[in-house]
């Protein structure tokens, strides 16, 4: 038995995909910097560092939303399952990286986020390199482009 072909994601939803994937990026950034920075010896970074732990897993869940989007958009259309595996394996991951900073297990805490950092970065480079199908409805049905810029590999014209 085959699996049913997989059709390109959706255009919101891939939209919706990449803003979560770029903010949960953002904030796993923001971490490690609060991270050196509590490890330096700035022990009020700890605090904002648990912040932003409670930012992440809600940017993470988030992107779980977004990938199940993209991955069933319809009833008879299947979007990449990528997304949306990855997204469930990074929102078990910040859990378990919220409970490991919890009980102190700081060699354990820091293995864990580099290697978590590491796989939100993947995502967001899986998420911007899903190709974004073109516009439907009034945008697509105007064949002059006015005030857009040209698609790339399209033909570009230049007036004189």
Do not use: F, K
């Amino acid at each position: 038995m085959s699996s049913p072909p997989v059709a390109p994601a959706p255009r919101r939803p891939l939209i919706l995909l990449r803003a979560s994937a770029t903010a949960l990026a953002a904030l796993a950034v923001l971490q490690t910097v609060l991270a050196g920075s509590y490890l330096n010896g700035h022990y009020e970074s700890l605090a904002l560092h648990e912040a932003a732990a409670r930012a992440v897993l809600v940017a993470a869940c988030c992107q779980l939303v977004a990938g199940a989007l993209v991955r069933r958009p319809g009833r008879d259309r299947r979007g990449p399952r990528g997304p949306l595996w990855l997204s469930v394996l990074l929102v078990a991951t910040v859990t378990l990286q919220t409970a490991v900073g919890y009980n102190r297990a700081i060699g354990v805490h820091v293995v864990l986020g580099v290697l978590l950092v590491g796989g939100i970065l993947a995502g967001l480079v899986g998420a911007w390199r899903l190709p974004l199908p073109a516009r439907t409805g009034a945008a697509a049905a105007d064949p002059e482009g006015a005030g857009r810029l040209p698609r790339p590999g399209g033909p570009v014209e230049v007036a004189q």
